[in-house]
């Protein structure tokens, strides 16, 4: 099972950047997906979740409004379009694929998890 997320970058605030994370050995279609932030000393951060055919997404409080999650299954690829991105956006970005058919944030509810990209919003 592999994961890759991909797109993050430096940007100053207010702008805007788009995240893939692309499957490789299995069907993205089948599976909710996650994405999640790390940043060094706090815990990993559940920011959106979308269902396996997109018919359900959920969002953090501190992206609602700014962020928005999709997939195109036929491309085996999920986004998450980040818009009027803050300083505090600023983190490695990782994607993970759901244990169960339940849209979640809670991490303990993913089982495989990619490589992350790394977001940095300067001010």
């Known amino acids: 099972v592999q994961l890759q997320a991909s797109g993050g970058g430096s940007v100053q605030a207010g702008g805007s950047l788009r995240l893939s994370c692309v499957a490789s050995?299995?069907?993205?279609?089948?599976?909710?997906i996650g994405w999640f932030r790390q940043v060094p000393g706090k815990e990993r951060e559940g920011i959106s979740c979308?269902?396996?055919?997109?018919?359900?997404?959920h969002y953090a409080d501190s992206v609602k409004g700014r962020f928005t999650i999709s997939r195109d299954n036929a491309k085996n690829t999920v986004y998450l379009q980040m818009n009027s991105l803050k300083p505090e956006d600023t983190a490695v970005y990782v994607c993970?694929?759901?244990?169960?058919?339940?849209?979640?944030?809670?991490?303990?509810?993913?089982?495989?998890w990619g490589r992350g990209t790394q977001v940095t919003v300067s001010s």
């Open positions: 050995e299995f069907s993205l279609a089948n599976y909710v």
């Open positions: 979308i269902s396996s055919r997109g018919g359900s997404t």
């Open positions: 993970a694929r759901g244990a169960s058919p339940y849209s979640t944030r809670r991490p303990e509810s993913y089982d495989s």
